[in-house]
Nanobody
């Protein structure tokens, strides 16, 4: 019953910034136990992990370290991805994912990010 709704994607020039949001519902009291992640997929490429925030720690792909920041709000049951210093190869559809072993995983619908020169 978990549902994720993403927003914040758009068109931005190289070096610009975007903030993606993922609002969740159906978690009950369990949201703090979930691992929340952002993935992205560009045309012709496999979906790749961008960043994850577990109950105790956050991790990032090497390609985005120092530029992207993942955060979550346990009261609002939302996760965010602040993206700075964007590059053309950051262009992709970005997906929000929620995972907790007893309930499995859920995915958002994706939001398009396009970075132009």
């Amino acid at each position: 019953q978990v549902q994720l709704v993403e927003s914040g994607g758009g068109l931005v020039q190289v070096g610009g910034s975007l903030r993606l949001s993922c609002a969740g519902s159906g978690f009950g009291l369990s949201f703090p136990l979930y691992t929340m992640s952002w993935y992205r997929q560009a045309p012709g490429k496999e979906r790749e992990l961008v960043a994850s925030i577990e109950p105790a720690a956050a991790v990032y792909a090497d390609s985005v370290k120092g530029r992207f920041t993942i955060s979550k709000d346990n009261f609002e049951k939302a996760v965010y991805l602040q993206m700075d210093s964007l590059k053309p190869d950051d262009s992709a559809v970005y997906y929000c994912r929620a995972f907790w072993s007893p309930r499995g995983e859920s995915w958002g619908q994706g939001t398009q990010v396009t970075v132009t020169s």
